[in-house]
């Protein structure tokens, strides 16, 4: 059975994962309380969004836990998986917490959601499945963490310009689903409605 949102620490659960004094817990505290400012900031300003605040705080702060199994050096991370795999590492390490509803945003929230279509084309070490983000929670973790980079330690908050140019990088898609997701949120009730079906695969370009 899956554990309430109510009972969950998640700076509890992170400090299990990466004791005290290990750089990749400090790491994910300072980026995850970021990503929960921006992402309540976000909901104060929309109020036709429903969302359950406590599990948006709870997911910003660990929905990055999985990177410590991944090989990144300029974060620290000294595992042996390329970072790409870090979502579905971190949806293993909270399935086994019984949180699989804040496993499914450590999985979907890497890159802008990945599509089945993307892992293949891509060839990317992936299972071959739409990883997308689906309900409102999910698409404004996605959408707030791509404000930080964790490299910089949060210090500099990215323009929309400067996330769609960084996307572009790997795929045009990319930067099209994270504009979806932006007009999700900046552009009103009315625009919300008309999207609620699944707003990211309007994104999603096909070679």
Known sequence: METTNKSIDAVAIITRVYP????????????GELVARKAIRILDRSPWLEADRSFVIQTAML???????????????????????????????????????????????????????QV????????????????VEERLICYADKFFSKTDNGRH???????????????ASYADRFLTLHR???????????????PLHQGERHP
Do not use: W
Request: glycine share 12%; with cysteine.
């Open 20 to 31: 005290a004094g290990n750089p990749t817990r400090d790491l994910l505290l300072r980026h």
């Open 63 to 117: 929905h990055d836990i999985g990177i410590g199994r991944t090989r990144c050096p300029d974060l620290g991370c000294t595992g042996t998986l390329p970072y790409v795999c870090h979502g579905i590492e971190g949806r293993k390490i909270l399935d086994r917490l019984n949180l699989q509803r804040h496993g499914r945003v450590c999985e979907r929230h890497v890159g802008v959601g990945i599509s089945a279509r």
């Open 120 to 135: 293949e084309r891509q060839q990317l070490p992936l299972p071959a499945r739409d990883m997308l983000p689906r309900s």
């Open 157 to 171: 908050e990215k323009t929309i310009e400067e996330i769609t140019v960084g996307l572009a990088r790997y795929e």
């Open 184 to 198: 999700f949120f900046t552009q009103g009730a009315d625009n919300t409605a008309g999207s609620a079906g699944d």
